[in-house]
Structure formats: structure tokens, C-alpha cells
């Protein structure tokens, strides 16, 4: 559905976000894009939606170019940026503005939506706080019903109840035809949500993989004391029941996989990382 192809990006020339990053995602998943803060994980986004342009290499999003905007293109993919914004309509004057640009809109879906995500009834949506603007502007999106749904920092802005809400809601939308993209650095929030995960930093891909080849190939466990060889940890962190460690899985063992020390055990050690992956 998305396959991204030798893109190079930055907003200066001397200065790449991104060099000869290519990527393929597909249908039928939940994709985390993990990366640190200004590592370009919303420049990623904009570039997939064709709000921002390639300096060299293409990107194609079910068959079309994002930069030429064709209304073809732009009816298949649903973008909600970590800011979003609400003219001063009412609900049902956002609805009847813009729900004609999406074929697949269903009005009895939204409502649903904003039910389960308490969007309050207000005369204006200028006057709905941040949070519950961001909540409207989710369940307009998932209505939309597009095939792919492209979300930057979804949880932001949400309290504890909304975010339970909002994995639910998008657990259930999610079909083999249907893509979603979550860049996020609040990886607890996402954490149970996630299937394949995408990690990018200096503008390299470090790893594209799914959450069932994660836990074949690396154990994330808790050990008592440290290890006599400390240079098979790929990471390790100190915690209330031992040091939990992220080591290469040699003898097949299963256990559950931790997106946040995942993501550090990544970053801190690349090379290994890629080489367990490969083998």
C-alpha cells in the first residue's frame, strides 16, 4: 500500500532528516513508527501524505505519487497530525463540509465514535477543549473509513479513559484491506496495540519487523543479578524486581515483548541488532 523508495528529505540540503530510506508497508496491520524526538517521525508522515516533498526518491501510496495530490489519492488516506484544528462549525456543519470528499464516510459510524470517546455537544467546536477536539477529529477520521489511516502522536491531549477508548476503536476498524500508521514516541500508550514495528534514527531504518519475529528473535526478561558477560545485553535497565535485559532469544524462549526497551536496545546497539534480525 505504501512503498517508500531511496527518499532522501531535509528542510536544508547540507542537513538530511532522511537519506535512502526505502520501505514497504502493507494491508492488514498496525504499524509503530518509534523514533526520537526530532528524529522526523512527523516529516515521515507529511511526506507519505504529500504535504511535504522528497528531495530525491519517490514514494508511492496505492499506486499514486502523494505530491501530485490527486483527489483519487487523497480519498484513500486519512491524516490527523499531533495539532489538529477545528474551524468554528458545529458538528453537523463539519459533517455536511466535509464528509463528501471521503466515499466511504458513514455518518452512523461517527456518531458511534463520538459517543464512545464522550465528545461533549457543544454549539461550536472552537469551544470543545484541546482534547476533545482531538477526540472529534479521531472519530470524524475513523469514520471516513479510508484505506489507510496515518495518525502522528494519536494519544496526546488524551486522559487515561480516552486512550483505553481510542485503542479499542481503532483494535476493531483494523481489516486485511485496511492500513494503519501510528508514529508515536508514548510507546506505553501503544503498546498492546502495535504489530509491526518500524524504528528509524539518523534517518536510518533500523528495523521493520513484526511484533511475533521481535519475540523470536530477542527475550525481554528480568534477572536477578548481572550478568558475568555484560556484552550480550543488547540493553538493560534497573527495576523494582531485578535488571530487566533485552538479549539475543538463542534458545527460542517466549516472552512478552517490551516496545519501550525495545526501541532502546535498537538505537544503543544497531549493528548487533540488524545482524540477529539478518541471520
Excluded at 61 to 79: A, D, I, S, T
Excluded at 141 to 168: H, Y
Excluded at 198 to 205: P, R, S, W
Amino acid at each position: 500500500m505504501i512503498d517508500i523508495q531511496n527518499l532522501s528529505f531535509g528542510y536544508r540540503k547540507n542537513k538530511l532528516l532522511y537519506k535512502n530510506l526505502n520501505v514497504s508497508l502493507e494491508a492488514g496491520s498496525i504499524y509503530g513508527l518509534l523514533g526520537k524526538n526530532g528524529a522526523g517521525k512527523s516529516t515521515l508522515l507529511k511526506n507519505i501524505i504529500g504535504l511535504l516533498f522528497p528531495s530525491r526518491g519517490k514514494i508511492f501510496v496505492n499506486g499514486f505519487e502523494p505530491r501530485k495530490r490527486q483527489p483519487q489519492f487523497l480519498q484513500g488516506v486519512y491524516f490527523i497530525p499531533e495539532e489538529v484544528f477545528v474551524p468554528s462549525l458545529t458538528i453537523r456543519g463539519y459533517l455536511n463540509l466535509y464528509s463528501p470528499f471521503y466515499p466511504k464516510f458513514n455518518a452512523d459510524q461517527c456518531a458511534e465514535y463520538l459517543k464512545v470517546l464522550e465528545v461533549e455537544s457543544v454549539e461550536r467546536l472552537t469551544a470543545l477543549s484541546f482534547g476533545q477536539q482531538k477526540k472529534f477529529i479521531i472519530a470524524f477520521g475513523l469514520a471516513c473509513n479510508t484505506d489507510i489511516l496515518l495518525l502522528d502522536e494519536p494519544t496526546n491531549g488524551l486522559d487515561i479513559p480516552s486512550k483505553i477508548q481510542f485503542r479499542k476503536l481503532i483494535s476493531s476498524i483494523l481489516t486485511e484491506e485496511r492500513m494503519i500508521f501510528i508514529s508515536t514516541h508514548q510507546i506505553r500508550d501503544l503498546d498492546s496495540l502495535i504489530d509491526k514495528v518500524i524504528i528509524i534514527d539518523n534517518g536510518e531504518l533500523l528495523l521493520n519487523s513484526s511484533v511475533w519475529e521481535v519475540g523470536d528473535k530477542l527475550l525481554f526478561t528480568t534477572l536477578k543479578e548481572a550478568p558475568e558477560d555484560p556484552g550480550e545485553l543488547l540493553y538493560a535497565e534497573d527495576s523494582v524486581r531485578g535488571i530487566s535485559v533485552v538479549v539475543e532469544n538463542t534458545a527460542k524462549e517466549e516472552s512478552r515483548v517490551n516496545l519501550e526497551h525495545l526501541f532502546n536496545a535498537v538505537t544503543n546497539n544497531p549493528k548487533r541488532t540488524k545482524e540477529i534480525f539478518n541471520s
